[in-house]
């Protein structure tokens, strides 16, 4: 259904866990994956790359192991750096390749504040040739260490796969930082995307597995034929109606007060998201081609503004 809304989606699948039974403890939290399953468990990726496919559905991208460092997830699995190396040159990459498999892979999909991961894993050559990218959270470290990677590895993507809202969520205070952090801060540290959690939950915040999140606010809650519209989708929906795919991030000035961040979209326009992140109402000007518009935002407030360019 959603596929016939927007043919165009992209889908990222990321895995939790390996089947207990190839895990160091056979359990579905925790433990590690098995030496002796390496081969067993990267056929798991094509499999499923390829019922997809056979349903019309076409996997983009995986990432190797969601949260690799965080081993208390109702699923989780620990890979360490050099483990994620060893699976994806001698397994998961060559598999690919065999099988026909174009989707992209992509390493660490934990938080900024363990840069060392993927540079680990892209240091290692034989594994770096069939990654296409790092992807990041922010539940540690700064936004702007995901430069850091991206210094050490310009040929290779970045993407932002995973932020939380905690229900009951604060609408005011969860669109100034996750507009702030991830729509302008991911952006400009090189991020292609910004994904942020649950698309939609009951009023629960369900369904999720035993010990899983219970407090993860969907973009949509769903109670009955209701729905509501939470802080997450407001927060992607200011970029995506107009930021569309194609489009390629512009140098802007940095400004404390107002943080923002500027593309040239495929549709032949200039756009730029500017938050207020300041207690008081501000007015600014915004100067492009040497033309200027004056604009004013109430604190907190995100505005998208868009120019035509001129041929």
Known sequence: ??????????????????PTWMKT??????????????????????????????????????????????????PSMVMQPNEQATFIKNNLGPMFNDSGINTKIIIY??????????????????????????AFHLYGGTIDDLSLVHNAHPDRNLYFTEQWIGAPGNFEQDIKW??????????????????????????????????????CLGALTITGNQVTRNPA???????????????????SSVSIELPNVAFNTSEN??????????????????SIEEKVINSTLSSGAVGTYIWDIEN
């Open 178 to 215: 996750h507009v702030r952090e991830l729509i302008i801060g991911a952006t400009r540290n090189w991020c292609k995307n910004v994904i942020e959690w649950n698309l939609a939950a009951d009023e629960n915040q369900e369904p999720h597995t035993p010990g899983g999140c219970d407090r």
């Open 25 to 74: 403890n056979n359990n579905s939290i925790g433990g590690s994956l098995k030496s002796i399953y390496y081969d067993a468990y990267a056929k798991y990726f094509v499999k499923y790359i390829q019922s997809m496919t056979e349903e019309g559905i076409t996997i983009d991208a995986i990432t190797v192991q969601n949260e690799p460092l965080h081993g208390g997830n109702n």
């Open 269 to 286: 326009q200039y756009v730029i998201i500017v938050l207020n992140d300041t207690n008081e109402q501000k007015s600014f000007n915004i």
């Open 233 to 251: 989708y407001y927060v992607i929906a200011h970029a995506s109606k107009f930021v569309r795919p194609g489009s390629q991030r512009v140098y």
């Open 109 to 134: 999909d934990h938080n900024a504040d363990r840069t060392d991961y993927p540079i680990t894993v892209l240091n290692d050559p034989m594994a770096k040739q069939y990654i296409d990218g790092t």
């Open 1 to 18: 259904e959603i596929l016939n809304i927007n043919p165009n989606i992209k889908i990222m699948g990321s895995p939790w866990s390996a």
